[in-house]
C-alpha cells in the first residue's frame, strides 16, 4: 500500500533550509491498522502529510499501491486525494450550516459523483458509522463523539483504500475515544488500510503497529499482537 525508501523534508525558513524528516524508509501492507507516535516537532504530522499527497517530499521515492507519486503534478495527486485516501482530522472541520448528510455528500460533488449516488452513499456512510437516525442533524445538534462520527462517514464517502486519522480522539472524552476506535477498528477488520498520527499511546496500542518518529528519523517500530473484535456500534 505505503512504500517510502529515503524520504527527505526540508522547509525554507528565510534563507536557511530546516531539515524535518531526514531519510524515511517506510512500508506498510495493504489492510494494516498502523499507529505513528512521536513528540512535538518530530516530523510525525510532516510525514502524514507526505502520505496524504497533501506535501511533497523533498527528495526520496514514495509509491502508493503501486503508483510512483514523485513525478505526478498537481491535478493527479488531487484526483488520488479524492479518490483513494480518507482523511479524519482532530478538529471535526463540519460545515456548521449543513446537516450530517450534506456535510458527508460534499467530498462526492468534487469527484464529480451523481446527485442521487452522492445521496446514497452518504446515508450509506452515516449508517455504517451508527448515524442513520441523524441524516438532518447540524453539527450544532450532534454531541462530539458524533460529529466525528459524521467526518469518518465523510472520510468513506468515495469509498477510499485508505484512511489517515491526525489525533482523531484529542478533542474527545475516554469513553467517546473508546467509541471512535472500536469503529476504526471495524473499519480495518473490513479491509481498508488505516494510518493513525497519535500522542496516546493506548491509542496507539489497540493498531497492530506502532512507528516512533523522534528528531524526522524512525527510532523503532513495534508489532502488537492481532487487534481484537471491537464491540458493536450503538446507536442511539
Same mark, same amino acid.
Given at each position: 500500500?505505503?512504500?517510502?525508501?529515503?524520504?527527505?523534508?526540508?522547509?525554507?525558513?528565510?534563507?536557511?533550509?530546516?531539515?524535518?524528516?531526514k531519510g524515511i524508509n517506510l512500508c506498510i501492507k495493504e489492510g494494516e491498522y498502523v499507529a505513528i507516535m512521536g513528540a512535538s516537532g518530530?516530523?510525525?504530522?510532516?510525514?502524514?502529510?507526505?502520505?496524504?499527497?497533501?506535501?511533497?517530499?523533498?527528495?526520496?521515492?514514495?509509491?502508493l499501491e503501486g503508483r510512483n507519486l514523485m513525478n505526478l503534478d498537481n491535478d493527479e495527486l488531487a484526483y488520488i486525494r479524492n479518490y483513494?485516501?480518507?482523511?479524519?482530522?482532530?478538529?471535526?472541520?463540519?460545515?456548521?450550516?449543513?446537516?450530517?448528510?450534506?456535510?458527508?455528500?460534499?467530498?462526492?460533488?468534487?469527484?464529480?459523483?451523481?446527485?442521487?449516488?452522492?445521496?446514497?452513499?452518504?446515508?450509506?456512510?452515516?449508517?455504517?458509522?451508527?448515524?442513520?437516525?441523524?441524516?438532518?442533524?447540524?453539527?450544532?445538534?450532534?454531541?462530539?463523539?458524533?460529529?466525528?462520527?459524521?467526518?469518518?462517514?465523510?472520510?468513506?464517502?468515495?469509498?477510499?483504500?485508505?484512511?489517515?486519522?491526525?489525533?482523531?480522539?484529542?478533542?474527545?472524552?475516554?469513553?467517546?475515544?473508546?467509541? @471512535?476506535?472500536?469503529?476504526? =477498528?471495524? +473499519?480495518?477488520?473490513?479491509?481498508?488500510?488505516?494510518? /493513525? $498520527? !497519535?500522542?496516546?499511546?493506548?491509542?496507539?496500542?489497540?493498531?497492530?503497529?506502532?512507528?516512533?518518529?523522534?528528531?524526522? @528519523?524512525?527510532?523503532?517500530? =513495534?508489532? +502488537?499482537?492481532?487487534?481484537?473484535?471491537?464491540?458493536? /456500534? $450503538? !446507536?442511539?
Amino acid at each position: 500500500m505505503i512504500f517510502m525508501e529515503a524520504i527527505t523534508k526540508q522547509y525554507l525558513l528565510g534563507e536557511v533550509r530546516v531539515p524535518v524528516l531526514k531519510g524515511i524508509n517506510l512500508c506498510i501492507k495493504e489492510g494494516e491498522y498502523v499507529a505513528i507516535m512521536g513528540a512535538s516537532g518530530s516530523g510525525k504530522s510532516t510525514l502524514m502529510n507526505i502520505i496524504g499527497c497533501l506535501d511533497r517530499p523533498t527528495t526520496g521515492q514514495y509509491a502508493l499501491e503501486g503508483r510512483n507519486l514523485m513525478n505526478l503534478d498537481n491535478d493527479e495527486l488531487a484526483y488520488i486525494r479524492n479518490y483513494r485516501i480518507g482523511f479524519i482530522f482532530q478538529q471535526f472541520n463540519l460545515l456548521p450550516r449543513s446537516t450530517a448528510l450534506e456535510n458527508v455528500m460534499l467530498p462526492m460533488i468534487y469527484s464529480h459523483v451523481p446527485k442521487l449516488k452522492r445521496r446514497q452513499r452518504a446515508i450509506d456512510a452515516l449508517t455504517q458509522v451508527g448515524l442513520a437516525n441523524y441524516l438532518n442533524n447540524r453539527p450544532s445538534q450532534l454531541s462530539g463523539g458524533q460529529q466525528q462520527r459524521v467526518a469518518v462517514a465523510r472520510a468513506l464517502a468515495n469509498r477510499p483504500a485508505l484512511v489517515l486519522a491526525d489525533e482523531p480522539t484529542g478533542a474527545l472524552d475516554s469513553e467517546t475515544s473508546q467509541e @471512535l476506535m472500536n469503529l476504526l =477498528t471495524q +473499519l480495518n477488520q473490513q479491509g481498508i488500510t488505516i494510518v /493513525i $498520527v !497519535t500522542h496516546d499511546l493506548d491509542i496507539a496500542n489497540q493498531t497492530q503497529r506502532i512507528i516512533r518518529l523522534q528528531d524526522g @528519523l524512525i527510532i523503532s517500530e =513495534t508489532v +502488537l499482537e492481532k487487534v481484537s473484535q471491537s464491540k458493536p /456500534i $450503538v !446507536t442511539n
